[in-house]
């Protein structure tokens, strides 16, 4: 399979050399290819008369029922005007989460994203951070590991062991819309997820047939190559084919001025066969990544070298959709499996090995919704879903560590909309085993509002949700605490946003949070490093976003984001790595046609990590974007642009200035 997923990259790889014509996915022949939409910055749109931008205002329609396109003078004149939106009637469509669209695939192209990671890097409410085993992980407003679910097209994609997933994995080919939620996972979307939601939408298997490739270089160095592509087979039947792989030569710096090549490589393979006729649906999805690379280590501190020699991802979910009469039916169904050894090293050289880790993981599970309107301003929905993880590890000295767990989760929701109101609430139970935790209930209610007299929507959210820990904080042989409880957050958050015909946006949100028994390492010594569950925390703090069309084709804009932490115990602070203080300016403008520039400036305040201090820092960064012809663009970044090379944790520093070329061409 490994043969097949690499052989894969270099024909992937050749479709930059030729072509026919380019176009946006899912875009009429009417409309500007993606190459000549200016890129996003915070939240600007891809294009002012972007379809893609109304759906951000609007109700998004479903994957399988797209809206009529709109000729050049129409989405012109939408974008023109002064519309308020009206709710009124709910229209007759599939169940929609309550995620809002953050990001659009051709958003994504303009600013030179290679993958989930760097696209999410893009939102100032996200931070997007190394972890400590190596790749990304996110935090939204002090929530991290599987407190933030990652769903790819409805599915959960958090590995089964560590409760995390490296949103570095995903090729950015295949991404089509990134929605998002600040406030906790609806119970009717299945357990976990106290702390937000994260949504990708990748493309879909029936469509118009086209291939987009995409090839990276930066001063790293390190080299890559994605592509996808999509064939109708039969009348009813297409196919998605992705594939991508990276290969990187990075010097990790080490103490004494030594250094260490980071030996990365990694091949990613993803396929989608979908049937679609009429009012059903059926996919079936498979995914493979394997990779290998070297952990960063301390760059001050002498601590040991993390080889992961073999690491492998593998996912299979298959997803129905049937509608009888009004009556709608989903099923959904994933298997996930994750092979990983690693090595520790006492010397650079890699000659001493101190430590070995196996660790064999799976999950396997399942969800079943229904929903059915109520007349034409509300609709009910039911929902089932379960969840097994189990893990095996084993290390150098014969010691094995086993741990399963099993979540079920049963909800209910209620949608109603009429005029400029909607009220979206959804309550159940999760039900744990083999955590020896009992039931608890949880919830979620979100009231919109958007008045007749202005491009004013108000939104108030309240929600109680909780997580079992992952299957590495109970069992990990080193830090692991079998007698950790669950993770519970209440979350209180309102949303008010001011839109004045496209050219003046403003944002603000301030939220609450109350959890307890947040997951961390204990900072007492008799512990010797294990992980613990916190008592009560208080969480506040605000989110704000602006931007402003100065000119045509000139833009400014920025975010602020304040966040404090206090634990009823131990007093301010309790949480590593969470900056009070962080806030972007960016400017974005096209000086001459057919090129834009983007400069963007990120502040992020001082930290804590491990009960060290982590000073502040500021970071610069360029992008230009140009299409050089109507099958190709091009994309130039720059990151820390003054190569100040901030200690984003203790004892741990960026490779500071990183030039980074893109080159993507695409085909229908």
Same mark, same amino acid.
């Given at each position: ?571 301010? %602070?309790? &949480? !590593?790595?969470? =900056?009070?203080? @962080? ?5 974005? /403008?096209?000086? $001459? ?46 990151? %820390?642009? &003054? !190569?100040?090379? =901030?200690?984003? @944790? ?5 490779? /500071?200035?990183? $030039? ?9």
């Amino acid at each position: 399979m490994f043969a097949r997923v690499k052989c894969l990259i270099p024909t992937l790889a050749a479709t930059l050399l030729w072509g026919g014509q380019a176009r946006a996915e899912d875009q009429t022949p009417a409309e500007a290819p993606a190459s000549e939409a200016p890129p996003a910055a915070a939240d600007v749109p891809a294009t002012p008369a972007s379809a893609d931008q109304t759906a951000t205002t609007a109700e998004p329609t479903s994957i399988t029922e797209q809206a009529p396109a709109l000729s050049d003078e129409e989405l012109l004149k939408q974008s023109q005007a002064e519309t308020i939106e009206i709710f009124d009637e709910r229209p007759d469509k599939p169940f929609d989460r309550d995620t809002d669209v953050r990001l659009t695939g051709d958003q994504l192209a303009a600013r030179g994203a290679t993958d989930l990671g760097t696209a999410l890097s893009l939102l100032p409410d996200v931070t997007v951070r190394d972890a400590g085993r190596g790749g990304f992980n996110i935090d939204v407003r002090g929530a991290r590991k599987g407190a933030v679910t990652i769903l790819i097209d409805g599915v959960n994609v958090t590995d089964p062991y560590y409760g995390t997933f490296d949103v570095s994995t995903i090729p950015i080919t295949d991404i089509v819309q990134i929605r998002m939620s600040t406030t906790p996972q609806s119970p009717i979307d299945g357990p976990g997820g106290p702390g937000g939601v994260v949504e990708v939408l990748t493309r879909d298997a029936i469509g118009e047939q086209m291939i987009i490739a995409r090839a990276t270089g930066d001063s790293l160095p390190s080299v890559g190559v994605t592509g996808t592509a999509r064939i109708a087979l039969k009348k009813y039947l297409g196919l998605r084919i992705s594939a991508g792989g990276v290969g990187g030569a990075r010097d990790l710096e080490l103490p004494m001025n030594a250094a260490i090549g980071e030996e990365r490589h990694s091949a990613t393979g993803s396929t989608r066969l979908e049937y679609r006729r009429g009012d059903a649906r059926l996919v079936l999805d498979g995914f493979l990544d394997s990779r290998h690379y070297i952990s960063p280590p301390s760059d001050t501190t002498s601590s040991s070298i993390l080889m992961v020699d073999r690491e492998t991802s593998a996912r299979v979910s298959t997803k129905g959709d049937l509608r009888r009469g009004k009556l709608q039916l989903q099923a959904q169904g994933w298997v996930h499996s994750l092979n990983r050894r690693s090595r520790y090293y006492s010397d650079p050289a890699l000659t001493t090995q101190a430590q070995t880790e196996d660790l064999e993981a799976m999950r396997i599970g399942g969800m079943a919704l229904a929903t059915h309107p109520i007349g034409k301003d509300a609709r009910w929905a039911v929902s089932g879903s379960v969840d097994r993880d189990n893990a095996r590890v084993a290390v150098l000295n014969g010691s094995v560590s086993k741990g399963d767990v099993t979540m079920f989760e049963l909800a209910a929701n209620l949608q109603y909309e009429k005029k400029t109101v909607r009220i979206d609430a959804a309550g159940g139970a999760a039900l744990p085993v083999g955590v020896g935790a009992d039931p608890w209930p949880e919830g979620k209610l979100v009231v919109k509002w958007r008045p007749r007299f202005g491009p004013l929507e108000v939104s108030a959210t309240a929600g109680r949700k909780g997580r079992v820990p992952s299957l590495r904080e109970r069992f990990d042989l080193t830090t692991g605490n079998p007698a950790l409880g669950p993770e519970m957050a209440s979350t209180g958050e309102v949303r008010a946003s001011y839109d004045i015909k496209d050219r003046i946006k403003l944002e603000v949100a301030p939220f609450y949070k109350r959890t307890n028994g947040m997951v961390r390492v204990s900072l007492d010594p008799a512990d010797m490093g294990k992980l613990t569950n916190l008592g009560k925390l208080s969480i506040y703090g605000i989110d704000t976003q602006a931007r402003v069309e100065i000119i045509p084709n000139l833009w400014v804009g920025g975010a602020y984001n304040f966040i404090k932490a206090h634990s009823d115990d131990s007093g301010d %602070d309790p &949480l !590593d790595r969470l =900056p009070h203080h @962080r806030g972007e300016a960016w400017v974005q /403008g096209s000086p $001459i046609d057919k090129l834009t520039l983007l400069a963007r400036v990120r502040y992020f305040g001082d930290s804590i990590d491990k009960a060290m201090n982590v000073d502040g820092y500021t970071l610069l960064e360029a992008t230009a974007t140009a299409p050089i012809t109507k099958q190709y663009l091009a994309v130039l970044r720059v990151e %820390d642009l &003054l !190569d100040v090379q =901030p200690e984003t @944790r203790a004892g741990y520093h960026t490779a /500071g200035r990183v $030039i980074t070329l893109v080159l993507q061409g695409q085909w229908q």
